[in-house]
């Protein structure tokens, strides 16, 4: 039985992860789902949230803003519309975009404006949540 399976992640502009992984933690449309070695063949969409990856060395963290993910034969392609590094993201910066986020919500001025709203400040929560997981595995700044 394999203790592992390939992972790429894939976004429009880069290539994200293209390695081995033993775990993954996809934030799909409805919940949280984690996935194995051997595996179900899968195929789901994916929210605005965090991807976290576990190898042999250690966990892994990407804030990832929506897409798919497909498991087959122990081979996971994941389509994401954008997606960043938790190591790659600076707290600070981050934390001032989720309390602007936050303060653009309260001021959204009709339905347009806070859907829009909505979904900055989800962005920006999934960004800080990335990269707090990522500090706590010792994988981010």
């Not at 996935?35 to 949230?49: E, F, K, S, V």
């Not at 001032?96 to 653009?104: C, D, I, P, R």
Request: no cysteine; proline share 2%.
């Amino acid at each position: 039985m394999n203790s592992t399976f390939r992972l790429r992640v894939i976004a429009p502009d880069r290539l994200i992860w293209d390695s081995k992984a033993e775990e993954i933690i996809l934030t799909t449309n409805t919940g949280k789902v984690g996935i194995l070695p051997n595996h179900a063949p899968l195929l789901t969409g994916l929210d605005i949230g965090i991807l976290k990856i576990r190898t042999t060395e250690s966990w892994s963290v990407v804030a990832v803003m929506g897409g798919f993910a497909m498991i087959h034969d122990n081979d996971i392609t994941i389509l994401v519309n954008e997606a960043e590094n938790a190591k790659e993201i600076n707290l600070q910066e981050a934390q001032e975009t989720f309390q602007l986020a936050q303060s653009k919500v309260s001021q959204a001025d009709g339905r347009k404006q806070t859907i829009e709203a909505n979904l900055n400040l989800k962005r920006a929560k999934a960004r800080l949540e990335a990269i707090e997981e990522g500090i706590k595995e010792g994988t981010a700044n």
